[in-house]
T-cell receptor, first 112, second 116 residues
């Protein structure tokens, strides 16, 4: 079945460490997105990529980095510069914007 | 910049009854898409219904329907015959055709509880 796989489901990070969240899709979608979800804040856009080897900053890109070397993969690195990284992270993709996004099941990141 | 506002942080409804969730948005664009997403306790985001701004007819998907008022920039979701499985966070979202095309802008969500 086609879909988006995010891994791991839960991730713990020590302060000062970088950590990478994985997002893989087998839907052959061109566009991929990373969102952060905090209680009471809805979803906020971190980065997006509409084509391989190209990506754009979203509304809250500071402290994050991404790459898009393959169409199916869009990993997100949470760097030590991100001051408050504890959150739920959602990856999404789309091929036809009028049909909205397909979402992964998310990664819960906790800084310990 | 476009914004999406959901004015009801929490709502509850009795099983089998009807409930309406409110959403307003702000944009200067004329062509755009609107969506309602459901996020149950599993946290998987599920598309409930979508509306294209150029279509005057309100979208319907089984028990879910919308009231789209373009002039008022309002996009409410009506759930009929509420079921326990409808308990979830509901997010209203906006996407324009041009500019940063394809970027969904979300409201802060409404937590819906369906009570037996």
């Amino acid at each position: 079945d086609g879909g988006i796989t995010q891994s791991p489901k839960y991730l713990f990070r020590k302060e000062g460490q970088n950590v990478t969240l994985s997002c893989e899709q087998n839907l052959n979608h061109d566009a991929m997105y990373w969102y952060r979800q905090d209680p009471g804040q809805g979803l906020r856009l971190i980065y997006y990529s509409q084509i391989v080897n190209d990506f754009q900053k979203g509304d809250i890109a500071e402290g994050y980095s991404v790459s898009r070397e393959k169409k199916e993969s869009f990993p997100l690195t949470v760097t030590s510069a991100q001051k408050n990284p504890t959150a739920f992270y959602l990856c999404a993709s789309t091929q036809a914007y009028n049909y909205g996004y397909t979402f992964g099941s998310g990664t819960r990141l906790t800084v310990v | 910049a476009q914004t999406v506002t959901q004015s009801q942080p929490e709502m509850s409804v009795q099983e089998a009854e009807t409930v309406t969730l409110s959403c307003t948005y702000d944009t200067s664009e004329n062509n755009y898409y609107l969506f309602w997403y459901k996020q149950p306790p599993s946290r998987q985001m599920i598309l409930v219904i979508r509306q294209e701004a150029y279509k005057q007819q309100n979208a319907t998907e089984n028990r879910f329907s919308v009231n789209f008022q373009k002039a008022a920039k309002s996009f409410s979701l009506k759930i009929s015959d509420s079921q326990l499985g409808d308990t979830a966070m509901y997010f209203c979202a906006f996407m324009n055709y041009g500019g940063s095309q394809g970027n969904l802008i979300f409201g802060k969500g409404t937590k819906l509880s369906v009570k037996p």
